[in-house]
Every structure is written in structure tokens, then in C-alpha cells.
């Protein structure tokens, strides 16, 4: 779409800009056309490549597209006064009408469609010198073109809006899938080790005693023999608990795996992981706190910090984990903490841990937090 509305806007000029060129179109008015050529295109560049921070400065946004109004009805006006031009240059005021509705409210958008329709009439009837059934004529059905890619702007920019919700909730379900795999296998961990304590552990320890009774009962080699079942027996038995107890605990949380779940190419902000080949901690819930610490930061960036790209970084620090993540968005003049940065700061409290935020506008959002943690590595 920017290529097209460049290319339009090359067009438009293209006519009269020859003429300029063979000494066909010259003085002040083409002066004045050449100073509007340009002005369009100075305004249309700095709308269609201004950073992402920008996309909020709604006064700025609506002097540019003032200044693309005025400078495309004084190239209609002035092409159609002195070079009987055929009103090509009107294509101008489609590219406004194109743009209005990723800059400004639905009301504002088709209020500034219908005024600039109603100047452009004003300025083909005194420019052109014929009557208002030709001029209002024309003026329609450039309106028609305005309104046609209006709503097309309106429409290209929901479904753009429902990829990245889309992509959101794609990121939310993979986290929570990830999450729920894990929450799988440390049930299935406890089905087992129930089982083996149940069943296995009942069973020696019912050999035991009866190899104990047995080893009173004997005398000679024989007893000797049953004295060594005995031992070996309840050697297996205190393996047994072992592995009971380490499958109760669970191990681990690989961390690396759990964060770059959490990775979706779909969302407008290019996300950047700096993650150590291995990182763990034995803690789930210090674990999950750290993994929703990260999400949160994703879908905030995602959301509200109109950046193009956002740096994560974990890496173990003594017996915990530090993290770190920044992006290059719009910033703030202060950081005033919603629920989810609320939350992230409360789950944090809970374990020992600690969340700071920090913001300067134009510069970004900056989160660094740490989370102590047996096993962190």
C-alpha cells in the first residue's frame, strides 16, 4: 500500500511536471505547483515511514495530513487553471482519504472526507470557470473514490488488527500448552511414584518382615542366606523411596524451553531472546512466576508500547535468575503499573524476588527483575 500511494502520488504530478519541464507550464503558478508537489510528498513520506512512537501524536498526524489536503487541492486547482489538465491530480485526495482511517477516529475521518470533497468542488468551479452540474459531478465521484478507499483503509486495518489479536492469543494458548504439558508430567510423576509406594513399597515391606521372622527361624547357612535377602531387600525398599521421593519432587523447570514457547513471528514486534543454553530452577511455582513474567512483558509491548522491537534477556545471577527485557517503543513520562505489572510485581514479592520498571519517552519501556530460586542454573 505505501508503494501504491507513492506511485499514485508520482503520477498525479507526472502531467504537468513535463510540461514544466518543456517550457510549456511556467511562472508562478508552476512555481506553486512544483512547492504542492512537493509538500505532498514530504507529508506523505513522514506519515507513511514515521516511527511507531509517532503513530500517537495525533496533532502532528493531522497537520500532515493538512498540509497533503491543502497541497493536493492547490495541484487540482492549478493544473486544471493553467494547463486544461484533466484532473488526475485529484487522485491526491484519494491517498488522504486512504490514510484517514489509520490516523484518526471513524467521525473524523469521514467528517475531513466530506469537507475536502466540498473544497475540491469550490476549487474546480472557480479554477475550470463551467457550471455546478459538472463541477458537483466530478466532485461525486471523487468522493466515491475517497469513500471506496476509506473503507478499504478500514477494512485492511481490522483484519490487520484480528492478525495480531489472533497472534496474542496463539502466544497465550502456547504458553499455556507448554504449561499444562509440564503440569501432565508432574501429575503422571505422582501417579507413579503413588503406585510404586502403594503397591511395590507394600509388598517389600511385608518380604522384609517375613524374611526378618524367617532369619529367627533358621540356624546355619541357611540363615546366613535368609540375613542377606533381608539386606538386599531392604536396600530395594530404600531405593524405592528414593525414587518415589524424587518423582513426588518433580526436577527442574527448563526455563529456555518454557520462554521461547512464548515466541509467535505473527506479532508486529520483532522479539529478540538472550537465553543461556541451559537454565532451570526446581521451583515450579518461582519457575511459572518467571515464565508469566515474560509473557506479560510480550503482550504489554505488544499492546501498548507501538515498538518494532523487544529484547528479552535471562541469564542465571548467584542462586537466582535475573531478567531483563527493553523495547524501542514510544516510552511514557511515568510508569503507572496496570493489573498484569501489578501482578508480575506481587508474584515476584511472594518468592523474595523484586521488579523494577523504568520508562523515558521516545526511548521505551524498560523492565529488570530477579527471582531467587533454589536450583537456578
Known sequence: MNVAAIGTWIVCGLSPLVLIARAEFTGWPAAAFVAAFVLFGGALLAILFQRPAAKRHAAMNA????????SALAMLALSIRYTQGSGATSAALVIVAAELPYLMPPAVSWTWIASQTVCMAG???????????????????????????????????????????????????????????????????????????DALGHHLTALSLQLDVASRLVDGKPAEHVRQAHAITRLLLGDVRDVV????????VDLVRAVRALTVPALEVSLHLDLPVQLAIDDRDRASAVVRCVQEVI??????????????????????????????GQGAQTVTPGHG????????????????FAATPGAGFDVRAFMPGTGAA
Not at 497537520?63 to 491543502?70: E, G, I, K, P, R
Not at 505489572?341 to 523494577?356: D, I, K, N, Q, W
Open 299 to 328: 503482550t504489554n509491548t505488544a499492546r501498548h508500547a507501538r515498538a518494532r522491537n523487544l529484547w528479552v534477556r535471562l541469564e542465571p545471577r548467584g542462586n537466582g535468575v535475573a531478567i531483563h527485557a527493553h523495547d524501542d
Open 123 to 197: 476549487a474546480l468551479h472557480a479554477a475550470n470557470r463551467v457550471g455546478w452540474i459538472d463541477t458537483l459531478t466530478f466532485a461525486a465521484a471523487i468522493g466515491g473514490f475517497q469513500l471506496f478507499a476509506a473503507s478499504s483503509s478500514v477494512l485492511a486495518r481490522r483484519q490487520a488488527e484480528g492478525r495480531v489479536q489472533l497472534a496474542r492469543v496463539n502466544d497465550e494458548l502456547r504458553a499455556t500448552r507448554a504449561r499444562l504439558e509440564e503440569s501432565s508430567r508432574a501429575e503422571e510423576r505422582v501417579r507413579i511414584s503413588r503406585d510404586l509406594h
Open 341 to 356: 505489572l501489578t501482578g508480575m510485581r506481587e508474584r515476584f514479592a511472594e518468592h523474595g524476588g523484586s521488579v523494577e
Open 245 to 252: 521421593s524424587r518423582l513426588r519432587d518433580g526436577g527442574p
Open 63 to 70: 497537520m500532515l495530513v493538512a498540509v497533503q489536503s491543502l
